[in-house]
């Protein structure tokens, strides 16, 4: 588990890491005892990137992150993700972040243990729908 999230992070951090000095660049371990779907949250972050555990039981609702590229790695379950389109009852939020109802005229991709889906900081995206539980990582890089 641990290998898949540093390699996650490692694919998700190629754009940043061509811009910055790489004396600046830590290696970071995270023991696997430290890593685990029963209370998901933070794994780590800075001031590039943010690491998550999240799981879904239900269809949650539209984001749009202004400053953020978003990948997710699936661990365990389907979903039905959507993204691009119009978004339905968009509202702005602090920072960059906007929420909404819908989105209608998206590309819907199903995803499945194994999958990587790169979100880049702009693009809506949006669980529709959940088969059960499903369980990602979420490696966030700050523009």
């Known amino acids: 588990m641990t290998i898949r999230l540093l390699t996650l992070a490692a694919v998700s951090l190629t754009f940043t890491l061509r811009a910055a000095d790489p004396s600046e660049i830590k290696v970071t371990h995270i023991d696997q005892s430290q890593v685990n779907f029963i209370k ?32 997710f790695y699936i661990v365990d379950g389907e979903a039905e993700f959507v993204t691009g389109g119009t978004v ?34 702009g693009t809506p995206h949006w669980f529709k729908d959940v088969k059960g539980q499903i369980s990602y990582y979420v490696v966030k890089v700050v523009k």
């Open 40 to 71: 998901p949250g933070k794994v780590l972050e800075n001031g590039e990137f943010k690491i998550a555990m999240s799981k879904r039981d239900k269809p949650g609702k539209v984001e749009i992150h202004a400053h953020d590229t978003d990948t």
């Open 88 to 121: 339905v009852d968009q509202k702005d939020g602090p920072n960059g972040e906007s929420s909404g109802k819908e989105i209608t005229g998206g590309e819907t991709h199903h995803l499945t243990k194994g999958d990587v889906m790169v979100i880049p900081r």
